[in-house]
Each structure stands twice: as C-alpha cells, then as structure tokens.
C-alpha cells in the first residue's frame, strides 16, 4: 500500500497513451494512489488491457480528431466522473533523419500529434475544471524541446511548443480555483518507443545524460503523481527535468 502522501482518492485521472510505456507506467502510479483512471489510447487491445487490470475504462481514439477527444471526455464523465486529472502523454517521434530529408507529412503528423491533440484535451476538460474550481493538468514535453536534438527536429519543435502551451494555460486558469498546469521534460526514459529510433539518435542522446543511464518509467511516474496532486498547490506553469542531469536551463 501507498503512504498517504500525495493521495488521490476520489480523482478521476485521464490518461493518453497509457496503454503502453510511461503512460501504462502513470496511470499504474496514479490508480495505486487511489484515482479512478481513464485509459486513452489509439491501440482498442493495449489500452483494454491496462484499463481492466486497474478496474478503469478504456477509450480508443485519436487525439488529434476533435469529435474523439470531445467523446472520450463525455464517457469518462458518465462512468467515472469528471476528469479531474488529464495527463497528456500520448505522442510520436517521427522519423529520425536530417531535417531536409523529411518530408511534409511527416512534419505535420508529429506536429498534429504531439502539439494538437494536448491541445484538444485541454480545451476539452479546462471548462469543467474552472466550473468545478479543481483540477491538474501534466503535459509530457522533452529534453529535446528545449535543448533540439538533430534528427528529431519536429519532434524536438513540437516538445517546444507542449512547454510554451502549458505556460500559456497555466496563466490563463490562474485565479479560477485551484487549477494548476505544468509540464515535465524526461531525457532517454526506456520504453517501447525507442526502438523505433534510429540507434545512432539513441547514442547521442544517453551520451549527454551525466548519469549515463537511461530513466526510468517509475522515475518518471513518482514526479507525475506529485505534481497531479492537491499538495501540488501552488506550482503551476512549470516544466520539471527529469533528464539524470542533462537539463543546462
């Protein structure tokens, strides 16, 4: 059993792409906690699979259309209860190849994924959030959106842009409750994700990590659930490292 530090009885988290890697990873932390979760994913199979072992409810969408976003917070309303927590970590690294070799489409996928679909379900839960006068929102950003790793560039563009909405955000909800928004920025963490990376990509990034080692998903769940809880009070538009000392800012 957890501590009663940092509980979460009677929150309602949602949380996208948990049903692999560190999302599986927070929603896993956050039910221990005592948060009725929500498993958004794009995979039916994954996330039914962590969602019924937590006792949860699965939803399969995809984050960048507007219509699955707005009916994934519906039915989590109606089973669970209103989102209380959103947890936006469901995201994609694109290609890794030097920028002039990509083409648009790629670009603009990452860029859809990673940057409209936190947006989609931000704007999705905020009215309820501010009605209710609660809520938490973490928005999973990157090492790369504020330091740019080559062969990445949307992705590390896009990971930019998720730190600069969650200071957006966070300004705008301050003084309508007890609402914060804040973002964490991992480095290597080692999850399935990786292996669709190019290995000399994988190279460069660990070899900037002072801890030489790649994070973990526990790691990074623990910093989650502090900053989803109510104690996290009064820390809003924030980004936390969590990078085993690569961060220089």
């Not at 009916?71 to 309303?77: F, I, L, S, T």
């Not at 089973?79 to 959103?86: A, R």
Request: aromatic share 6%; proline share 4%.
């Amino acid at each position: 059993m957890m501590a009663d530090f940092f509980d979460l009885s009677g929150q309602v988290a949602l949380v996208t792409g948990a049903g692999q890697g560190i999302g599986e990873g927070m929603a896993r932390r956050l039910h221990q906690a005592g948060a009725r979760i929500a498993v958004f994913d794009v995979d039916a199979n994954h996330a039914s699979q962590v969602a019924d072992s937590l006792g949860g409810v699965a939803v399969v969408g995809d984050v960048t259309s507007e219509a699955d976003v707005a009916r994934a917070v519906g039915r989590v309303r109606d089973e669970l209860g209103p989102v209380s927590i959103l947890v936006n970590n469901a995201g994609i690294t694109g290609p890794t190849d030097v920028s002039w070799n990509l083409a648009l489409e790629d670009v603009r996928r990452v860029l859809d994924v990673n940057v409209l679909g936190p947006f989609l379900f931000c704007k999705a839960v905020a009215p309820g959030m501010i009605e209710r006068r609660y809520g938490r929102i973490l928005n999973v950003a990157s090492i790369a959106g504020k330091e740019g790793n080559p062969t990445l560039l949307p992705y590390s563009a896009s990971k930019a842009a998720v730190i600069a909405m969650t200071k957006s955000l966070a300004k705008e909800l301050v003084g309508r409750g007890d609402l914060t928004v804040n973002a964490i920025a991992p480095a290597v963490i080692r999850t399935p994700i990786l292996a669709g990376m190019a290995q000399s990509t994988v190279d460069y990034m660990l070899s900037k990590i002072p801890m030489g080692r790649t994070g973990t998903i526990e790691e990074v769940a623990a910093l989650v659930h502090f900053l989803v809880s109510s104690e996290a009070s009064y820390t809003t538009g924030q980004c936390y490292d969590i990078s085993g000392g690569r961060a220089t800012y």
